[in-house]
């Protein structure tokens, strides 16, 4: 019997949208597969998916996220560590949200991974989350944007 993939969730950029179109949501918060591989593979991965100009990222844990999630899966958000020196990085309204850059006037710009996280050897380490974690969180960020207009 095989292993489900685990799961991470992507919250793509950009501001210019219709929230309310159920298609568009649908391809700005996606669900993907955990990639395989070494930790040094699936971060090049992840930094081809935050954004063309990624080559480092920076772990996040904003309070607003802990606040869609159980402590049965904990999560992190990854963001890229220069987003806001990188010309074709959009402000990402959702991930703006769960920074509470409404209260401290600092936005997140481009892509967003939201990955899951557990303990290890050496401290804390990334993971994918289960596919009913993921899709569960998928659809209560999807509901935040549809209410951050």
Not at 38 to 63: A, D, M, R, S
Request: aromatic share 8%; charged share 30%; proline share 4%.
């Amino acid at each position: 019997m095989s292993e489900k993939p685990r799961k991470m969730i992507l919250i793509k950029d950009g501001i210019d949208l219709d929230i309310f179109d159920d298609k568009n949501m649908s391809d700005r918060v996606l669900m993907l597969n955990y990639p395989e591989g070494t930790v040094i593979e699936q971060l090049h991965k992840f930094y081809k998916l935050i954004g063309k100009e990624c080559e480092n990222v920076e772990i996040v844990h904003p309070k607003r996220l802990y606040t869609l999630t159980e402590e049965q899966y904990p999560v992190m958000m990854l963001v890229d560590e220069e987003y806001l020196y990188h010309k074709t990085a959009q402000i990402n309204p959702i991930a703006s949200y769960l920074y509470e850059t409404d209260v401290h006037g600092h936005p997140i710009n481009g892509n967003v991974l939201i990955i899951g996280m557990k303990k290890g050897l050496d401290g804390m380490e990334f993971c994918g989350m289960n596919a009913e974690q993921a899709e569960e969180l998928r659809e209560r960020l999807i509901t935040i944007r549809q209410h951050l207009e």
